[in-house]
């Protein structure tokens, strides 16, 4: 009987020391941990929120505390096919992507809320953005929505910012396509190509014009030099008949004052010989006879 008594004795004695070793192991992996850059850890003992831990080695109580991490760093959700109606009711599939963040101070409010990000982006992102972008799209004409793509998409994100509510920091968002049905693009592209047509004539019209004034501002520039090489060469001629004509008048003026200067001159212009056959009673050029 005393030895059927020592048998199970000697069996637990070799399992505790098993047993206290095993322990030693889980206390001593168990209280300790590591969160990463880029993440924030939510302290939590029996499931209560008890504080937050910071990047890098950190200490917990085994068995009762735990490390739920979440990130902290930039994420994108896309949409893509959201259905809308502009304001003059044309019907559009637009593909937007929504960038966002959780900020390191909310992050046990992530948990205590939603218990992980995808869940809070089904609850706050996914439910608002397809209203905010139908309501905002539903402001605009399809063509004002298409040419104004930039105040589009700022009032897209004004609105989403200010639906979304809670531990969350949107940062942007981004209409990355806007797609129409085909008949519609099928009228828009007839109506720019009627458009470019039309600015095309236009182009040629006026390029003629200007052709035209310019033909006519050579034509009147080649009129006006012709009438004034006209005008030159009239000033020209009536200013040396004026001359000529002054010349003559003074010459003739000089001659009458003084009738020896005829004599003169023709004395200048006498080579010298005498004539070779002289009438009776002639008398020799330049002598008078009757002095």
Do not use: C
Not at 9 to 25: R, S, W
Not at 181 to 206: C, G, I
Request: no cysteine; glycine share 4%; net charge positive.
């Amino acid at each position: 009987m005393a030895t059927q008594l020592r048998a199970p004795a000697v069996g637990i004695a070799k399992i505790v020391p098993f047993l206290v070793l095993l322990a030693i192991v889980v206390v001593a992996y168990g209280s300790w941990f590591t969160v990463d850059q880029g993440e924030r850890g939510v302290h939590l003992r029996n499931g209560r929120i008890i504080g937050t831990a910071e990047p890098g080695l950190g200490f917990k109580m085994p068995l009762i505390d735990k490390i739920v991490k979440i990130s902290t760093q930039t994420h994108t959700v896309s949409y893509s096919k959201l259905q809308a109606y502009s304001r003059d009711q044309q019907p559009a599939t637009i593909r937007a992507s929504v960038t966002f963040r959780v900020p390191e101070d909310k992050v046990a409010q992530v948990y205590a809320n939603f218990m992980n990000i995808d869940s809070m982006v089904n609850r706050l992102v996914d439910r608002a953005v397809p209203t905010q972008v139908e309501n905002i799209f539903g402001q605009y004409t399809a063509i004002s929505a298409v040419q104004e793509r930039v105040k589009f998409v700022m009032d897209v994100t004004d609105a989403i910012k200010k639906a979304v509510q809670g531990p969350i920091e949107i940062s942007s968002v981004q209409i990355e396509n806007i797609d129409f049905s085909n008949a519609y693009e099928k009228s828009v592209e007839d109506r720019m190509r009627a458009e470019v047509e039309v600015q095309t004539q236009k182009q040629n019209l006026e390029k003629e014009r200007v052709s035209a004034q310019i033909a006519v501002t050579k034509a009147q520039a080649e009129a006006d030099s012709q009438l004034a090489r006209a005008k030159a060469e009239a000033e020209a001629i009536r200013i040396k008949g004026e001359a000529e004509a002054a010349a003559i008048k003074s010459r003739a003026a000089a001659l009458a004052q003084n009738k020896d200067l005829v004599e003169l001159t023709k004395a200048e212009k006498w080579d010298g010989k005498l004539p070779q056959t002289m009438l009776p009673n002639s008398t020799l050029p330049f002598f008078d006879t009757h002095k």
